[in-house]
C-alpha cells in the first residue's frame, strides 16, 4: 500500500466517522449519511490497496 493511497484512506475514515458523528448528535440525517458514505469510501479504497499489494511480486 502507497503511503499516500493508505494516508487518503484513513483520512476518509477518519472525517467520516467524526461526521456520521455529528450528525448524529445534532440530528442532521444528511450529515449522517454523508458521514457513512465518506468512512465506506475510505474503507474501499484501503481494500483496494491491499488487493494491489497482494499481488505485488
Known amino acids: 500500500m502507497t503511503a499516500d493511497e493508505k494516508a487518503k484512506a484513513?483520512?476518509?475514515q477518519?472525517?467520516?466517522k467524526l461526521k456520521e458523528a455529528l450528525g448524529r448528535t445534532?440530528?442532521?440525517e444528511r450529515m449522517?449519511?454523508?458521514?457513512?458514505?465518506?468512512?465506506?469510501t475510505g474503507d474501499v479504497r484501503e481494500a483496494k490497496e491491499k488487493?494491489?499489494?497482494a499481488f505485488k511480486p
Open 10 to 12: 484513513k483520512t476518509d
Open 14 to 16: 477518519v472525517k467520516g
Open 26 to 28: 445534532v440530528g442532521n
Open 32 to 40: 449522517t449519511a454523508e458521514g457513512e458514505m465518506e468512512r465506506r
Open 51 to 53: 488487493v494491489k499489494d
